[in-house]
């Protein structure tokens, strides 16, 4: 994912976001993004960009770009059942950038 795929897209996050997927190592989900751009379909290779312009991670995106304005910011327990799943599963993404020491 890192350097074998090429980014159809972006998901920009917000700063819980980007502290959940790098610290603790967890799924993205709708709640901590707050933008979409590019064109793109589940399964498709994204970038996951911090307020800073900065990208976090890159993974496989499990909606189409389409799908996803409608989601964005809310959290999981308020979207219907067939979007209460993750937006990046922590186990297809990758961290890219600055590594957190401590």
């Keep these: 994912l890192r350097y074998a795929s ?4 972006r ?4 700063e819980g976001a980007v ?6 190592h ?4 709708a709640a901590g993004v707050t933008g979409v751009t ?11 960009v911090g307020p800073d312009g900065a990208v976090v991670a890159r993974g496989l995106v499990a909606y189409d770009a389409r799908e ?12 219907d059942p067939e ?11 990758v961290l890219v950038g600055r ?3 401590g």
């Design 11 to 14: 998901l920009l996050l917000d």
């Design 38 to 48: 590019g064109e793109f379909l589940a399964d498709d290779p994204v970038e996951l």
């Design 26 to 29: 967890a799924s993205l989900l």
């Design 83 to 93: 979007h209460r799943r993750e937006v990046v599963h922590r186990d297809e993404m």
């Design 6 to 9: 090429r980014p159809r897209g």
């Design 19 to 24: 502290r959940a997927v790098r610290e603790r």
């Design 68 to 79: 996803l304005p409608d989601l964005l910011g809310r959290k999981t327990a308020d979207l």
């Design 99 to 101: 590594r957190v020491v």
